[in-house]
Every structure is written in C-alpha cells, then in structure tokens.
Nanobody, 113 residues
Framework: QVQIVESGGGLAQPGGSLKLTCVAS????????MGWYRQSPGKQREMVAL???????NYVDSVRGRFTIARVNANHTLYLQMNNLKPEDTAVYYC???????WGQGTQVTVSS
C-alpha cells in the first residue's frame, strides 16, 4: 500500500510563485514515474508535469517555461516549482504515481489578486 501526501498549496498573486511537495511512502519503487495533475471546477483533470525515474520531464504546454518538476528518488519526494503564476493555474493539484494508479488527496492552489 502506498500513501501520498501533498503540501505547499495556498494563495498567490498573479506573477507570484509557489512550490508544491509530494511525499510517497509505503510500498514505493524508485523506478516509478511521478507526476502532478490538476483539476479546476467544471474541468477534467489534466496532467501538468510528469517525470521519469531518470529525470526526463514532460509538461503541458500551458505551464512549460513557468513550472519545473523535480524528484529525489532516495526519499520518494516530488516537487513542483511554479513561477509566474496565472489565474488560470487555479486548481486542486494532485500527486500521482501512474504505474500503480495512486493519488494523493490534493492541495488547493489559488491565484488571485
């Protein structure tokens, strides 16, 4: 069984920054890909960024150049540095291990002046 806990969400002004953290524990294999997804009201959940165990990263076009995903395999920790935030980034952000279909509970990010 895997437990996933996200933290770091909150309120930011447009142009501001936030950093999300995800810690996976339990039966976790360092070879798993890890990713951040988000969902805003009335919209489908979408992939924001995904990173392989080797560090290869992919981003949705809307965040490329503004967000950076990183991971520390030794302690199964995943990060998402979000810069130049926009109101359309407002959503609940989820940490996800697609290989085992495990999700965290989500953390709210709100971008508003």
């Amino acid at each position: 069984q895997v437990q996933i806990v996200e933290s770091g969400g909150g309120l930011a002004q447009p142009g501001g920054s936030l950093k999300l953290t995800c810690v996976a524990s339990g039966n976790v294999y360092s070879g798993y890909a890890m990713g951040w997804y988000r969902q805003s009201p009335g919209k489908q959940r979408e992939m924001v960024a995904l990173i392989s165990s080797r560090g290869d990263a992919n981003y949705v076009d809307s965040v490329r150049g503004r967000f950076t995903i990183a991971r520390v395999n030794a302690n199964h920790t995943l990060y998402l540095q979000m810069n130049n935030l926009k109101p359309e980034d407002t959503a609940v952000y989820y940490c996800h291990l697609p290989g085992i279909n495990s999700w965290g509970q989500g953390t709210q990010v709100t971008v508003s002046s």
